[in-house]
């Protein structure tokens, strides 16, 4: 063969396998549903829907033992009908019908005939209906093992063709009547439970009644609302374990003598549960009967229970113990489950208005808008209040498990509920909204004045009304109202401190600033008054430095500029603590708040296009640690602030700094002193050139030019700790020093440093002549005790 011809070949093979990839590609594809045992089931027009089957019978073969059937309720829940009515667990049936229908065959390992299989003998026949359909499933031999054990089958959509599938897929479908059973002795959701009835041999029955708004209440005994969280749990976990027919909890069926599992109806020691479920067509009763006067069970942690069905036979299981001994002990104490909320409020629902009526009259809290802030009315008129406050006052109130106890009804004249201090009311959702309101020439209401507070909904009532009387040791006496249910509780007795508070701790507590921004703009004046001095400060236009108009002896003086600023930025951000009164007889400006004549005063002046406004401060004595009292301008209101105000309001207002230079336009120092140590006063002075330090004075002194440096730096930042009237040791003879700085324009500035006083020395400068100062030892100590300080 030559290479021409083999070309050939190989071309004509590539062609055909390309051929046959088009032919695999085009070819038709396996109909839909092909890989399920029921192809029928997934119709690509008509898939099933679980939900349509309405009834599974599984009939046991081999064994032959009786039929297990089951119907569904109304598109709801399973029930068992075969052998016997039977509560049944409805996620495993619905877990059933899902594998059956969703179960895909193994086309390998499908046995070879209906023999092969044990589909000659089938152990089950499952069948499967719908309104208008039926599907049977035959199962036969199972192969041995776990994971890839197989179970043969045959399908009604497959004639008589074996198929195996996977036996985890069916194993629920090769049980026995009780994995089918229901798991829950009076069942597994509480959601739909409507009442509950406890009763155990002479102690006091409990019922209690779901109202619908999704709160329960005590029919017996009379004791108002419950709060059931922890009994539902409790009836909810009285379940039934199952693993198998030889491991399960289920201990005997329809049995004559309860006595002998401790459940005989006519001792004292077995515990009837009632519950009721849904409303009326669907409304279902459960009565279960609990032995509770011996433990069972493997590790002596069960009891026995059955289902009073009003037959004579009864189905008896074991349940928890510890689930079932809470119920005991509430028949015991019924007090443990009593709702201890002041208010309950539904779902999100959150307070949009609060009445509150005492000794100060009737206080309406209003807010249409979750996201808007809460309005105080007391009239018509609508009050900005401090949020915080009401925040505080609805979280206490909304507190959970507030009650602490709950006081016998007859004592309710003794605990002052009949005639009660103070009411409070609270609605959730109750107000009309601006858009809700409509239009109607009808309005009867049309001649009367105008109020801005809102309305309340047609026919909408409180949440709750609470009524507060006296105080029982740290307690206070509560009649909490629900809808038409009245139970007398104990509080704390700070709540009754909290809902007795005047309107003024509601009060917006926030005081009008002159500055919305830096507290100086645009500030032209400030006076100060405190000790009966008054000192007034001005600048200019808002410009430039501050200086002194009062007293006289300070006239044109430079005020303190950072004292200047600390004080205007207090009373720029002033926050008042507390509001002590609206509204109060002058006289007792003085006797009561020290505040006519005050303790101090402060006058603002702003000037904006050369129209000045001022602003009052008022400040008075101490509130009894609270603060300071005070007071703006001519309003009447008289409020609380923190002391720090009145502090800067006593702190220095003369500039503080005593030289006021840059270092580096010093031309030259002049020290002189020590006249003491030597008898007479030495001098030693220094130039300054290029920035360097350098001995003018005397001759041949080795410098240490930083001493010189850090000294001048030091002088140009000195500030006065104090003012104060005299001095000491200012005198040469008396050891004094003295500091002369000639600056580049020839301006000398002279600083005396005199005698000690505590940490500090006494000091007098050129530049405020008559004033004594107090400065820092630090700069100067070193330097007082010898002129060779500056020598290297």
């Not at 009721?276 to 229970?305: C, P």
């Not at 009524?467 to 109202?481: P, T």
């Not at 104060?724 to 002279?750: H, M, N, Q, R």
């Amino acid at each position: 063969m030559n290479f021409k011809t083999t070309y050939i070949l190989f071309g004509v093979l590539l062609a055909m396998f390309g051929v046959l990839a088009v032919v695999l590609y085009l070819g038709p594809s396996a109909p839909p549903g092909a890989e399920y045992i029921f192809p029928s089931m997934h119709a690509a027009d008509n898939k099933l829907d679980t939900k349509t089957i309405t009834k599974l019978v599984i009939q046991r073969e081999n064994p032959s033992d009786s039929t297990i059937a089951f119907e569904r309720v109304e598109d709801g829940p399973w029930k068992m009908i075969e052998p016997r009515e039977l509560p049944a667990e409805s996620s495993v049936i619905d877990n059933l019908v899902s594998a059956i229908v969703n179960a895909r065959f193994e086309e390998q390992n499908k046995p070879s005939s209906l023999k092969a299989g044990g589909l000659d003998k089938p152990t089950r026949i499952i069948t499967l209906s719908s309104a208008d359909r039926e599907w049977k499933l035959t199962l036969g031999g199972v192969t041995p093992g776990q994971e890839s054990a197989l179970v043969y089958v045959l399908s009604s959509d497959r004639g008589n063709q074996p198929l195996a599938v996977s036996k985890g897929t069916l194993e629920s479908a090769l049980e026995g009547v009780n994995a089918f059973r229901a798991k829950s002795l009076l069942g597994s959701d509480s959601r739909d439970l409507r009442t509950i009835e406890l009763s155990l041999g002479k102690k006091t029955p409990i019922e209690l009644q779901n109202s619908g708004d999704n709160r329960w209440r005590f029919v017996k005994p009379p004791y108002g609302y419950a709060d059931p969280a922890n009994l539902l749990n409790n009836l909810t976990g009285l379940t039934i374990d199952h693993k198998n027919d030889q491991d399960t909890d289920f201990v005997k069926d329809e049995v004559e003598n309860l006595a002998e599992y401790h459940l005989d109806a006519t001792k004292a020691d077995v515990l009837r549960v009632t519950v009721t479920r849904g409303e009326g067509d669907k409304k279902t009763t459960t009565t279960a009967i609990l032995g509770v006067s011996k433990k069972v069970g493997k590790t002596n942690d069960k009891f026995y229970a059955a289902l009073d069905t009003g037959k004579k036979k009864w189905d008896v299981v074991q349940v928890p113990a510890a689930n079932v001994e809470p119920l005991v002990k509430l028949l015991d104490d019924p007090n443990a489950i009593r709702n201890k909320n002041l208010i309950t409020l539904d779902g999100f629902k959150q307070p949009d208005a609060i009445d509150i009526e005492g000794r100060y009259g009737k206080l309406e809290f209003r807010r249409l808008d979750s996201s808007k802030p809460w309005e105080l009315y007391r009239g018509t008129t609508a009050e900005k209040i401090d949020e915080s406050q009401i925040r505080t006052l609805v979280d206490e109130i909304n507190k959970k498990d507030v009650v602490t106890s709950f006081p016998d009804p007859a004592r309710k004249k003794d605990l002052g509920l009949e005639k009660p201090d103070v009411t409070v009311k609270i609605w959730a959702d109750s107000l009309e909204k601006p858009e809700d309101k409509k239009d109607d020439k009808k309005d009867d209401k049309k001649d009367q004045p105008p109020s801005s507070k809102p309305v309340f909904k047609k026919g909408v009532e409180p949440v709750a009304v609470l009524h507060f009387g006296n105080r029982e040791g740290s307690s206070a006496a509560v009649e909490r109202v629900w809808s038409k249910d009245s139970v007398i509780v104990l509080v704390p007795g700070t709540l009754l401190d909290l809902v007795s508070r005047s309107p003024l701790a509601y009060l917006d507590r926030t005081l009008p600033s002159f500055n919305p921004g830096a507290a100086d703009q645009d500030v032209t004046k400030l006076e100060v008054t405190r000790e009966g001095e008054t000192f007034e400060i001005e600048r200019p236009e808002a410009k430039g430095s501050w200086k002194f108009v009062r007293p006289a002896a300070l006239k044109g003086r430079e005020a303190n500029e950072q004292t200047v600023r600390e004080i205007l930025s207090e009373l720029n951000r002033l926050t008042a603590r507390e509001i002590e009164a609206e509204k109060i007889d002058p006289k007792e400006l003085a006797s009561r708040f020290n505040l006519a004549p005050p303790v101090a005063q402060a006058v603002v002046t702003l000037t904006k296009d050369k129209k000045p406004t001022t602003h009052t401060f008022v400040f008075g004595k101490e509130a009894a640690g609270k603060g300071i009292y005070a007071k703006l301008g001519d309003r009447d209101m008289i409020f609380i602030v923190g002391p720090e105000v009145l502090a800067s309001l006593k702190k220095e207002l003369r500039d503080t700094r005593l030289l006021n230079f840059e270092p580096d336009k010093a031309v030259t120092l002049k020290v002189s002193g020590w006249q003491q140590l030597l008898g007479e006063v030495a001098s030693r002075t220094f130039e300054q050139k290029d920035g360097k330090w350098t001995v003018k004075a005397p001759a041949g002194l080795k410098l240490n030019a930083d001493k010189v440096s850090s000294l001048v730096t030091g002088l140009a930042n000195l500030q006065a700790e104090k003012f104060v009237p005299a001095g000491k040791g200012l005198k040469p003879e008396e050891g004094a020093v003295t500091f002369e700085i000639t600056l580049a324009d020839k301006k000398v500035l002279e600083l005396t440093i005199g005698g000690e006083e505590g940490g500090a020395y006494f000091a007098t400068t050129n530049q405020s002549k008559g004033d004594v100062f107090l400065v820092p030892k630090t700069l100067f100590e070193e330097l007082r005790k010898a002129p060779a300080y500056f020598a290297q």
